[in-house]
């Protein structure tokens, strides 16, 4: 049998020491690491293949929040808590969290020993279903719909609407989605859904010549809500590694994973031979009700002509309606094209789900905006 290897978070030196000694008399048990801090934890999980997590209540966090950090980016580790007391509100947390055991202090070894090994088969039943289950799911090759959500204006929302409309999307009839990154230098499109993701795309270019349809998969970070991301670098200069041809073969090779692939671009773009805007099925313009937006959504519009981009093609998106200071009738005329869809204004609300990185239309399903994203995806779904 292959050891199970253990990591312990705990900060005080007795439950480490005394772990630690337990560990000395078993041969099937390994602690591969001790640390006292969430991120310590994150940090070897990434590099490590972790069997089972042990997390002791006493360290100054709440421990339940942090087992529903790690479960939902490391679904395959198993987590067991080690309390002082067992309370019912925390055993409900524990339900909700996914944590395979609770275990009260001081612990017999034998007890200890038990609920890992427990733990541990469980969830290597639990992963070879998934694998089945994913094998089945996952989409032959086909050719995904490009969605790219673009403005001529920075902080008009394109990564709002680009983030909203994947979970949208994903919901209607349980599409395939994935979110892409596009903003190379300033992207935060990872951060609308709170995930510290693995890899980001500057990792699938240092291994481009490897990458195919089933195997791209592995460089996405699945988020909560049921869609993949794939986050830029974020750093500054990193068009300098990434050229137009990696764009084409990442989005070429989503295409064959994934039903609707949403490009976030970066705000003022002007090169149209980005393949993200020649691959696109759809050009959402995001224009929000100002003058200087308008004007420059128009501007954008005029070059796209020039350029011969297909008109069909581009779809105007109202962000920020509802106000009364431009009517959508004046937008229309202003830019001789029809409002494709809108997405109402909420400062507030928006504002709190951008920071705590839960996408709008879950915090708030029953919103006009979560209707007004409902909407949009059924358009682009069933297009009539
Ligand atoms: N419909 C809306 N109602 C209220 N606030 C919104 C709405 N859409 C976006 N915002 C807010 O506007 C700001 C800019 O949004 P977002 O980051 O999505 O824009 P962007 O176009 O991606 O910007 P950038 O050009 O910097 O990439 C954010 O603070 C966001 O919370
Ligand atoms: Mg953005």
Redesign the pocket.
């Known amino acids: 049998m292959d050891n199970i290897k253990v990591l312990l978070l705990g900060k005080t030196g007795e439950i480490r020491s005394k772990i630690e000694e337990m560990f000395y008399s078993v041969d099937y048990i390994m602690l591969t690491g001790t640390v006292a801090t969430e991120q310590e934890a994150m940090e070897i999980l990434s590099g490590n293949m972790i069997d089972v997590i042990l997390i002791d209540s006493n360290i100054e966090e709440d421990i339940y929040d942090i087992a529903d950090r790690i479960s939902s980016e490391y679904a395959e580790a198993a987590i067991i808590i080690l309390e002082d007391s067992l309370l019912e509100e925390n055993m409900h947390k524990a339900f909700l969290t996914g944590v395979k055991d609770i275990l009260i202090k001081p612990m017999n070894p034998s007890v200890l020993f038990d609920s890992i090994y427990k733990a541990n088969e469980q969830m290597k039943k639990k992963i070879v279903m998934r694998r089945e289950n994913s094998a089945k799911n996952s989409k032959k090759p086909g050719r995904g719909k490009v969605i790219t959500v673009y403005?001529a204006k920075?902080?008009?929302?394109?990564?709002?609407?680009a983030a909203n409309l994947a979970v949208a999307l994903a919901k209607s009839k349980n599409k395939r989605v994935v979110l892409v990154d596009l903003?190379l230098d300033?992207g935060n499109a990872a951060l609308a859904f709170n995930i510290i993701p693995r890899f980001t795309i500057l990792d699938i270019v240092d291994d481009i010549r490897n990458i195919d349809h089933e195997f791209i998969e592995s460089y996405l970070t699945l988020t909560p809500s049921g869609i993949w991301v794939l986050p830029s670098g974020a750093k500054l200069m990193t068009n300098e590694f990434i050229n137009m041809n990696h764009i084409e073969i990442i989005l070429k090779t989503l295409q064959n994973a994934f039903d609707y692939i949403i490009v976030?671009m970066?705000?003022r773009t002007q090169d149209m031979e980005n393949p993200a805007f020649i691959l696109a099925d759809y050009l959402f313009m995001?224009v929000t009700p100002e003058i200087a937006a308008i004007r420059n959504v128009k501007a954008s519009l005029g070059i796209l002509s020039e350029r011969n981009y297909p008109k069909s093609k581009i779809k105007i998106i109202l962000?920020?309606a509802g106000g009364n200071e431009i009517r959508n009738r004046d937008i229309e005329t202003t830019l001789n094209y029809s409002v494709y869809a809108h997405?109402?204004?909420?400062?507030k609300r928006?504002?709190s789900t951008?920071n705590v990185g839960i996408p709008f239309v879950q915090k708030y399903p029953h919103s006009t905006?979560s209707k007004n994203f409902n909407y949009l995806a059924k358009k682009i779904v069933n297009p009539s």
Not at 343 to 347: H, I, L, T
């Open positions: 403005s920075g902080g008009a929302g394109k990564t709002f609407i903003d300033y976030d970066p705000g995001v962000n920020r997405v109402n204004a909420d400062s928006v504002a951008m905006l």
